[in-house]
């Protein structure tokens, strides 16, 4: 039984109790066997845009390496870049993935983005839906590009600047990934960061919408309220649906 088929096995007990994750296991003589990291990192190899993000962090990095011309300066890009990034994340939940569908005459302005983004709110554990779709790629990468040459004084910065946004993607498509698996967390931190997501999938989509942090950019946006005082949506898995009167 591969990955994807440990992903969608289970029935996932957070449409009922959002604290209470669905947990995977297989028995293997008598033996209890988790759903782990390796099985997790195999599953994720098979799709296309962690690997299109790695093509950008390496083909930037190593450019970066080859012209040299490294200063003090450097440092400024990636750290303010990561001080942003559960912004960045906030705001494209909200404005672009979170998109509700807009007509103008005959026109529908509707996203490939937030297509898929409903699509994944109403199927959580569809392993498919949770990656960024690669068509997006086939403007975001001479998006990225255009940015890194014409908004940065140096060419080193520039590539700093690609560097960081494949750090940054590839840590966002892993992590984003693995919340929506059976994989059970060790740690404290990312402990919260399934929480808090799962949170937005199970319990109300209008609230906790960073994705790689938990009560980040949420606490000052205001969209972080306390769990227990906030109602179970309706449409938390079906984005834009009328409400029962």
Known sequence: MNATARIHSAKDDDSRHHSRPAVHTTETHGRRREFTLIAAAREFARHPSPWIIAGLLVSAAA???????WQYTDAVVPAVMLALFPFTEWVIHVCVLHWRPRRIG?????SLLARKHR????????????FIPWQTFLWLLPTLLAIALLAFPRPGSGLIFLTTVGVLGSSYEWTHYLIHTDYQPRTRIFKAVRRNHRLHHFKNEHYWFTVTTSGTADRVLGTHPDPAEIPKSPTAQSLHAPRAA
Do not use: S, W
């Not at 450019?63 to 011309?69: P, S």
């Not at 005959?106 to 509707?110: A, I, Q, V, Y």
């Open 119 to 130: 699509a994944h709110h109403a199927d959580p554990r569809e392993v498919g839906l949770i």
């Open 63 to 69: 450019a970066r390496i080859i012209i040299g011309d």
């Open 106 to 110: 005959r026109l529908t302005l509707d």
